[in-house]
């Protein structure tokens, strides 16, 4: 099993499991998270993500069984500047355009009324399935 890696403040390795956890093969973005929650937490990283602190853990220790890729996608675009071009906001990062996508309908404006349609209606950058293109409408 593998234990956290303390410091002298008893705070988790975050860098230390990551690399423990995906060895040689540690990939650029996991790198980058397991840095970001050293500098300031696993909760705080998490929260900025919309995930658990337990997905970033699972993440770091190369232990996740749940989408890698939109960990992955959300990672780049929060914390490496990844962007999309957003056919209603133009240019967004990634994990804004991931947010996006899982808001329901809201009437609030035209501007949510348009990404909402967007993202479900022919946007390259779009995750959502045939299901769930259908299931808010």
Not at 39 to 52: E, K, M, P
């Amino acid at each position: 099993m593998n234990a956290p890696v303390n410091n002298p403040s008893s705070k988790t390795d975050y860098l230390a499991n990551a690399r423990e956890g995906w060895g040689d093969a540690l990939p650029d973005w996991v790198e980058i998270l397991a840095t970001e929650a050293n500098r300031t937490s696993g909760a705080a990283v998490a929260q900025r993500l919309g995930y658990s602190p337990a997905v970033v853990s699972d993440v770091v220790r190369a232990k996740y069984k749940g989408a890698i890729g939109a960990v992955e996608q959300k990672v780049r675009g929060a914390f490496m500047g990844a962007v999309v071009i957003c056919p209603v906001l133009d240019e967004i990062g990634r994990d804004r355009c991931l947010d996006e996508q899982k808001k329901k309908f809201s009437g609030t404006s035209a501007i949510r009324t348009r990404l909402f349609n967007a993202c479900r209606h022919g946007c390259a950058h779009s995750r959502l399935t045939k299901t769930e293109e259908t299931a808010d409408a």
